[in-house]
Structures are given as C-alpha cells and as structure tokens.
C-alpha cells in the first residue's frame, strides 16, 4: 500500500512471540515517535520509512514469531481506518556436530535369523536430518529397512547377504553438515550360494562330463559362502551312495569306470546351517585330445633341447674338420702302420753315421744344345779340365757332417 505520510495517522507495533508462546511487545512507533523496550534496545533496530525491524547478533532465544500491526487512519477520507497484520517466523539454526555412530549387536550376525538397528545421534544442532550410506552408496527405500523419523535410527531386519558392507551416517541442517568419523563394517554370515562344479579336463554338456580311458581327471566344487563351506563327494552307485572324499577337490582315474557313473557335490556351512548340493554323470569316451596326448606332450621334446643338441653337433662336426686339416691324422697313422716293425723298434739314425767317404765338391754340369740336363760329379777339382768345353756349374760343397739327429730335426 502506498500513500503520502501527511494523508494517515500511523500507529504500529513490532511485538514476538517465542516457541513457548511468551508474547513480548518490541517497539511501538508512530510517524513522530518510536519506543522500544528497553530489554531490546541494544538487540533491535527499528528503521523508518519501511517500518523494518533489524535484529542484532541473532541467537536461539529469537526463534519464533515476529508480528507487526498497523492502524492506519485516511485524513481525506472522513476518518477512514485501515488495519493490516503480518506474521514473520524466525528459525535459528546451531550448526550440527560430528555424529557419533552406533550397531546393535556389535559383532557379525547371521542372514534371515538376526536384525541390526543402527543409530546416528549428535551432541549439537537444530533442525537435524540424517542419510545413510552403505559402501558410498545412499541407502534408498526397502521393505527391510525402517527409519525413525528424523532417520537418526536405521533397522534392517532381517538381515540379508547383501546388507554386508561398510555403513556410514551423515547429519546436516540448513546451515551445516557432518559425517561420521570412521565407518562401521557389518559382516553377515551366509550361504553357501550358486554351487558348480568344474574341471579344466574332458568335454562338458550340461551335467555330463565326458573324458578319455585312462585319463587322470581333477574336479572343483565352489560355492559362494561365508564361512567357507565345507564340502563332501558322494558316488551314486545303483541307488545307493557312498562317500568318497572331503574337500573341494576331486580325483577321478578314468580307468577304473566300468560304465558312466554319477557323482555329486554337497556344502554345507556350519554356522548358517545351511546346505546345497549338486550331481554330474561322468562317461568315458575316446575324445583323441586326453591321456593320449599328455603322453605325447610329455614324451616330446622341447625346441629349446632340440637347438642345443644340434648346436652341440655343428660344433663337434667344425672342431673335427679343423683336426683333420690341421694335422693329417690319416698319413700320420698310414706312416706308423706302413714302417717296418724292426725300424720302428731301433734307434732314429740321421742317414750321415758312414758319409766320411762323401765329402768333397759336387757339380751340376748342363750341356748347351740338350733338351735335358747331364749331370757328372767328380770327387776333386782335376778333374774338371777334361770337361773343360762343357758349360759347369757348381751346386754345392759338402763341408761336414751334421752334428747330431736331434739338432738336425729341431732346425
């Protein structure tokens, strides 16, 4: 509403009521004048023209309700009077602190036999609402979760093997907000689940697993449990059973089936009591890729080996071509076995023992006109002068005899 000041008489109040319903009158005013309560002189502000009300360093104790009445009275309008009434909430809201996280019951609990109540409270805060999350994930709606109604409460009943996780709360208000300081784990006992059996070995078609004669064959049994299963391989055998061995493994020798059998594998876990089991029909058959060609895989050798062998050869065959060219073992052993036994046996004499006789000068004489070559030797030089138109020359002069057959091999 709008209208010039000197038209009206104004006469208004600012007064509050708390959330306890105490009704406390702040200010009253008119155009000439303001009065203010003296509780709140320090506190309040009023501002003129607006007529607005300005609180001071605002704290709890001004929650409530803020009520401003105005009498308006019309000067030109034979004493026309307008009153109006406007209500304002004020909300003061302490800032949360850390929240504080609580399970009941501390320790791991059982699927489908145990429920957890989870409770998420604060020393501090106004107007406070709570999230929950499981592993970083916001906890939604679920037939099996109930929530108080500020959410500061979280019951999962019952508990089931996917609630296991790590939980964590969040609280906030308007004005701030705080998570937990550590995460809670909840570890849930279950199972066992999704039981198979497998093998590495033979072919499979559906439950039907069928291997070579005489092949050595390895069967697994997993299931998905916590604690671990505990499991048990029983043999069906013409309606009867028979158990054959503990544990998740299984040995089977092809040989000894005389016809396809049945087996089956049974966990049981002992803290949730339960158990699950599941049967297979073993056939020996030739599949032509078993205990057949293990055995060939075994016997074979492998390149690596094969290299080093002819590595090994090459070099053998290029050492004893260099022997033989080296040192001519065949004429070495053709001379041994060729000399006479009785020279083999006697002394090694130089061929000089009886050349006294021998010494003196040796001539090539070569004849012009020849084709070939004559050759005269004479034992002394007087000789020489009945050959005197023959064209000579002399080759050589034997001066001594060597001095022993060992020094004579040696040079």
């Not at 979760?145 to 709360?169: A, N, W």
Request: glycine content about 4%; hydrophobic content about 35%; overall charge neutral.
């Amino acid at each position: 509403m709008y209208f010039q000041l000197d038209e009206a008489e104004i006469q208004g109040t600012w007064s509050h009521t708390t959330m306890s319903g105490i009704r406390t009158t702040l200010v009253t005013f008119t155009k000439e004048s303001t009065i203010t309560d003296m509780t709140y002189r320090n506190h309040i502000l009023f501002k003129e023209p607006n007529m607005s009300l300005l609180i001071r360093k605002l704290n709890q104790r001004d929650e409530g309700d803020y009520h401003l009445n105005l009498n308006i009275e019309f000067l030109n309008k034979s004493g026309q009077v307008f009153k109006e009434e406007r209500i304002v909430r004020v909300t003061v809201d302490v800032p949360v602190s850390t929240p504080v996280l609580e399970k009941s019951p501390s320790y791991a609990v059982v699927e489908d036999k145990a429920n957890v109540t989870w409770t998420c409270s604060v020393e501090k805060g106004t107007r406070v609402v709570f999230q929950w999350y499981r592993d970083n994930i916001l906890v939604g709606v679920n037939d099996r979760y109930h929530f108080s109604k500020d959410k500061s409460t979280l019951l999962i009943s019952p508990v089931k093997k996917e609630d296991k996780g790590s939980y964590r709360c969040v609280a906030s208000n308007p004005v701030s907000q705080e998570r937990c300081r550590k995460a809670e784990e909840l570890a849930v006992y279950y199972g066992p689940y999704n039981l198979e059996v497998n093998s590495d070995q033979g072919l499979r078609t559906g439950e039907v697993f069928t291997i070579n004669p005489g092949e050595l064959v390895f069967f697994y049994c997993q299931a998905d449990s916590n604690p671990p299963n505990s499991y048990v391989w029983i043999s069906k055998r013409r309606n009867t059973t028979q158990v054959i061995t503990e544990g998740p493994r299984l040995e089977v020798l092809s040989y000894r089936l005389a016809q396809a059998e049945e087996y089956l594998c049974r966990a049981f876990n002992n803290v949730t009591q339960k158990q699950d089991e599941t049967q297979f029909t073993l056939v020996v058959a030739s599949l032509g890729t078993g205990k057949e060609k293990h055995i060939q895989d075994n016997n074979s050798v492998s390149p690596l080996a094969v290299i080093t062998v002819c590595s090994l050869f090459i070099i053998g065959g290029m050492l004893l071509v260099f022997f033989r060219k080296a040192c001519h073992p065949k004429r070495v052993l053709m001379r041994i076995y060729k000399r006479p036994i009785s020279d083999q046996e006697r002394p090694h004499l130089s061929g000089h023992e009886d050349a006294t006789e021998d010494f003196g000068i040796y001539e090539f004489v070569s004849i012009p006109g020849k084709m070939e070559s004559a050759q005269a030797s004479c034992r002394s030089l007087s000789r020489l002068e009945s050959v005197q138109d023959m064209h000579t020359t002399i080759y050589d002069v034997i001066r001594h005899v060597p001095e022993t057959p060992g020094q004579n091999l040696l040079k």
